[in-house]
């Protein structure tokens, strides 16, 4: 199957900094990807479609000045959040349709972000 | 938008018995719907999907059956094993939109 690499898989930061986390489809091309994220014990929640040469579509809630996104290439989408603090650790994890319709989506390792 | 749910969250059976885990979904233009298993601290898996064009859909000891009417489908494990243990998660995809809503998961224990 398709193969999707999230960097890095875990990171501690202090509160206040930001943290940028990638994700990139290694043999396939998505102009889409997706972004979750997932509380101990809780589901995967979407948190925004990252687009590629467009602006992100953020879900309800979600906001879009502290979560910013980039799709500058058929191949990468990044997420930083931005002024971290303690409530925004969690498992963030990208994912990407392999092509167009409903298909297979394919997901990234997942980034486990620590807030200190 | 669409709205998933799943019962139980919580399920425990013994070794070689069957699971049987069950979702219901809002949206009736949904068409695509797969189901993950997800280890602690790892990427969900997909462990088998079912398209809205087919009821019942089997892979060695797992199968999926979707019932469009009610709108729900449901994942059979049978000959379950320890390592069948993990939280597992259905979800659903609205017919030209990609991204997956997922139910709330499960949490499958084995008991050897």
């Known amino acids: 199957g398709a193969v999707v690499s999230q960097h890095p898989s875990r990171v501690i930061c202090k509160s206040g900094t930001s943290v940028k986390i990638e994700c990139r489809s290694l043999d396939f091309q998505a102009t889409t990807m997706f972004w979750y994220r997932q509380f101990p014990k809780q589901s995967l929640m979407l948190m925004a479609t990252s687009n590629e040469g467009s602006k992100a579509t953020y879900e309800q809630g979600v906001e879009k000045d502290k979560f910013l996104i980039n799709h500058a290439s058929l191949t990468l989408s990044t997420l930083t959040v931005t002024s971290a603090h303690p409530e925004d650790s969690s498992f963030y994890i990208c994912s990407a349709p392999q092509g167009s319709g409903n298909t297979e989506a394919f997901f990234g390792q997942g980034t486990r972000l620590t807030v200190v | 938008g669409e709205n998933v749910e799943q019962h139980p969250s919580t399920l425990s059976v013994q070794e070689g018995d069957s699971a049987v885990i069950k979702c219901t979904y809002s949206d009736s233009a949904s068409n695509y719907f797969p189901w993950y298993k997800q280890e602690l601290g790892k990427r969900p898996q997909l462990i088998i999907d079912?398209?809205?064009?087919?009821g019942e859909k089997k892979d060695q000891r797992i199968a999926v059956t979707l019932n469009k009417t009610a709108k729900h489908f449901s994942l059979h494990i049978t000959e379950t094993q320890p390592e069948d243990s993990a939280v597992y998660f259905c979800?659903?995809?609205?017919?030209?939109?990609?991204?997956?809503?997922f139910g709330q998961g499960t949490r499958l224990t084995i008991n050897p």
């Open positions: 979800a659903a995809i609205i017919q030209g939109a990609q991204k997956l809503v």
């Open positions: 079912i398209r809205s064009n087919v």
